[in-house]
């Protein structure tokens, strides 16, 4: 089974940390491909640049030239995720989701730990579109941005952890999610530092996209994800245009 | 004061009606500039088209060079007004919202009567994030396409007459808003119909973009619309790549 | 185009000063009367004093008796918009609606700085029932009665901006609503306080009776607010009584 | 124990009915006092009569010149409760509140079998507001008006049951809520024919008050329902001016 | 009338407590049974022990072998009430129901004040399932244990008090729930130190079941709470094998 | 890794079928033990059912005397989850929440088709719960009696198909989770003959299971599912009486 989990920024370093967290957890006999867009910022942190990076992680997935059995959009929070169930016959998973659904199997409610505060109205808004919002009991912001993450990832543990604390003690989280795919590979030391569960979006999404490719299931075609209905598109110079 | 109307389709044609609807009600002075984006689909009908239009429109917006008052974007249930909040400082109005809360004041509950079944997921997600759903009493698919729209209005009509009319009597719905930007000029055919108010998204649109800049108010800065942080931007040809 | 501002107090300087407020950003041709209800209390904080001013208000807009174009009920929270709604065949503004409806075009969340405490529910339940409450972050008192306002408007900015900052920072609004007609005026001292857009329910009502005045738009008479039935109406000495 | 059953309707013999409802339920040593209003529509089916009515019904209770322990007010759907609540220390029992409640006892779920269809949307926002909502299977008309139903109580029988049996088989409510004080007669024709219980609001409205008043409980006094501050009232002929 | 009321704990001590509570507000004529479980914890802090006291409740009720005419089960937040209505003909009140419908009479919000945090969880679910959670402003757990409460009552009264105070404060409560059976007889105290209506659920239980015997309601049986079918029920010592 | 499967029937059969169709999708090296409860009806159709098995599962799992990594609760909607969850530190999966979170994956909305009408209320308060219901469109009953499914799949087939078709034409289901666990094996006619993505809970449940052993994530024992205090467990034979 091979998977391809993108990334919706388009720093390479993150599409190799993220790849390397979901093939080591990834079963025997799953690839995973990690791909990077061809456009868009170096980190996505807001309303703009995940529009573009949705865009841009579609028309990736669509210039990658070799079969795959699911996709995981690795953004905690972007846009886009509909746009790729309707362009594809395999499933899709987003890692907001991934995380989200996942701890709710493991408490009673979760919390959401991002990397800024501008970013805190996006994932809310995902989750709740995902109806995954109702046992959400807090989205927090660390404070740091996602290069920072990358670059200090000790002082990125610290400024989880205490968030996850307060998330636990005043918002009564039992589980916490991280919220953004280049925290993917801090969980544990995050979990040893709390002693509540941490789920890791990208990991969890590995194991879902198996789950769904061995169950035989997949986007469903009725209604809100249809194919694209043949349409002219002009003036765009990648896959789209068709 | 001059305001952008953006149609999110690339049909000219469209452009051309929804920016003489908008003329057609704007206060003296008010000059419309209807804008057709520079690429995506002739008409746009579901997630993948949706989210090709919100950086279009994006793109379309950000390569005018002149000065302007405000911005609509002008489809019904489409992906991207948050993008430009974040990207200007004057006022964006989606068409949605500015149906919708403007059946608000009219009526108990409205319901939406669009163009095609997929489309109504998109519309209800849109109303629900924008905080307007609360008060609708149901989307309601006419089932023409956009393109359908212009090319036969009278068929167009008796659609959605069809679909109000059924909103009305099982829905209970007091008030119409029509659901897509290419219906525009056809709220008073529609209103005589069926007894009850019928709001054009677009035409509410331009009243609310004149009052938000006549009482001196624009989009929040200070959290979820703030200003994009300066970032690298690479392989976009346009505009964004700064 | 001639508008009705009603007061819901019958404190006289409060009408002035909201018709001074609601003409200043009238449009040109726009004629704002201002109307004191004949009974009632001074200044209206809580469930009965907002009955009476409900019935107080119809009263002294039925009483008037040259032709209108749109009536606005400038109390914050009060009941009885409904009522008018039904008597009426002009649209029927409510400031409580007008700020919020408004706010939303401008930011994720609002918040409302009111008077009173006890107040609170009043404007939390009117914007529940108004289908506008979802995206409300707070109702917050800044503990000044109505009639403490007009005394000392510097004490009044003061109150309020120092829980509008405490609706920014800690309830994450990235808009203010004045929640009291008697704040008309005092928006863009608090806006230059806290940065963030303040939006005067009066001066937006203004804007959206003009805005559905000219889209022809007017109360849907379909079923909530449909013209009262013929009753027999006993012991009432005004309008009323038919 | 002496319980004010105050009619909203300035019918009398509506007034005569509920109250005999009303003793027939009674515990012994309860004696029910009906109450017409001075003033109002000789049947409340909008909102302008019933922001009439709510004020006529605090007119009327307070003046009363005995002794009370708690006060019903007999209108299903009716503004004027809260009112009610500041201004009374002993407590104040709504019919659709106690129905509601009675209801929810019950079943997993409950409909309201009403008047006419323009008062749906009023008892469904009074139940909103009441937090009684949730398990609110539907709320139905039997399209008769209030004076119908006491001129023909044996259509007004079919007119319900027809109703109440779509409620079950269609909205899959498993007890029905007679949703207008001129109903108070009716129950148990009405469970006799559906087979299921059937909580007539009046009588429920009555166990209530008098298990309030045995428990030594009645409004609180530290927010919303605080006895209203002392304020110039003009212009009002009755008991409110002080 | 015969009412029973079953404790949640095997301890005696607290049936004994909870039936004196109940007998002192029963109307002349009603005779209160209590009654302890024949198996299951001695106090119930959570799900395990709750749902081997909802078993163990309809084990005693269904094993008493006089008649009686309706039952009320005196645990806060315990699981077992839709139980018990399926296996009944009478009326069936949980304590948790009881109380919170009671305090929606007496003030526009209501905190639930419990034992330990643990607890929390499951009321607020309790409450949600029963419909009645919409104006719950908190629940909040003193850090006593149940059987804590029966040891020290002073101690239980100061520590109740702490979080009622700060639930009128904080949270906006106008009326405190004692949220556990053992708190029966504490509320007179409660209610002189915090000035606010303070409600027991097991007395609110006994008003409401004499109440619905009175009215000549029970269980609606078309649905949810129908008689459970025929069943081989094997290896089970009680009552439930037949 | 070895999953213990439960059985909420005491129906060997039932038990057989479903460990069959759960090692079916099994991962190489993991074990199914299917577990048929030592007391309970033969089938659970009901709330009184429902508890009896939440004891009855606690006590099987209990006493199974061998190591094992994870549990499946296989009941469509039934309770006891929680109380599971609070005894064991391995993961615990409800099909009820494996297979609504799955649907989620798959579509915009999914709705449950079960057995008897009685049953759809306890699914649709279990999902609430869960916190999975936002997208639930509708929760159909088939008619169709637990032990009737087994006795005639054909019959069951054809009774699901009708429930799903309705569910996707009129209540805009995109997906279908089979509400049961005796239908475990029919989901691939369903699918064939409906034409959308057919979710079997108890498979779902596997591959949930199975990821949360592989993640190395567990019940968080923080707050809700803390293991149970020590108590006095008085009068019962089983596991619980420690």
Redesign the interface.
């Given at each position: 089974m091979r998977i391809l989990v993108v990334n919706v920024n388009?720093t390479e370093s993150i599409t190799q940390a993220i790849a390397q967290q979901a093939q080591a957890?990834a079963?025997p006999g799953t690839e995973i491909i990690g791909l990077t867009?061809?456009?868009?910022?170096?980190?996505v942190?807001?309303?703009?640049?995940?529009?573009?990076a949705?865009?841009?992680v579609?028309d990736r997935v669509m210039s990658y030239d070799q079969p795959f059995d699911a996709v995981i959009q690795a953004g905690y929070g972007e846009?886009?995720r509909?746009?790729l169930?309707?362009?594809l016959n395999v499933?899709v998973?987003d890692i907001t989701?991934a995380g989200a659904?996942?701890a709710?199997?493991?408490?009673?409610?979760y919390s959401v730990v991002t990397t800024l505060?501008?970013t805190?109205?996006?994932i809310e808004?995902r989750l709740?579109?995902?109806?995954?919002?109702?046992?959400c009991a807090s989205v927090r912001a660390s404070g740091l941005?996602v290069l920072e993450l990358e670059q200090d990832p000790q002082r990125a543990v610290e400024a989880i952890v205490q968030q996850a604390e307060l998330a636990?003690s005043q918002d009564?989280a039992?589980?916490i999610c991280l919220g953004c795919g280049g925290m993917a590979g801090l969980d544990e030391q995050i979990r040893q530092r709390t002693?509540?569960?941490v789920?890791d979006g990208v990991?969890?999404a590995v194991?879902?996209a198996?789950?769904?490719v061995?169950?035989g299931?997949?986007?469903?075609k009725?209604?809100?994800?249809?194919t694209?209905?043949p349409?002219?598109?002009?003036?765009?110079?990648g896959r789209?245009g068709r």
């Open positions: 388009t957890v079963a867009p061809h456009f868009g910022a170096d980190s942190e807001g309303n703009f640049e995940s529009y573009l949705a865009i841009a579609m846009h886009g509909e746009g169930q309707e362009l499933p998973v989701d659904s996942t709710m199997f493991l408490g009673h409610a505060d501008r805190v109205p996006l808004d709740k579109l995902s109806g995954l919002f109702d046992r941005a636990v009564k039992e589980v002693g509540v569960p789920v990991t969890a194991t879902i198996e789950s769904l061995r169950l299931l997949s986007t469903s009725v209604r809100t994800y249809a694209p209905r349409k002219t598109i002009i003036g765009w110079p789209f």
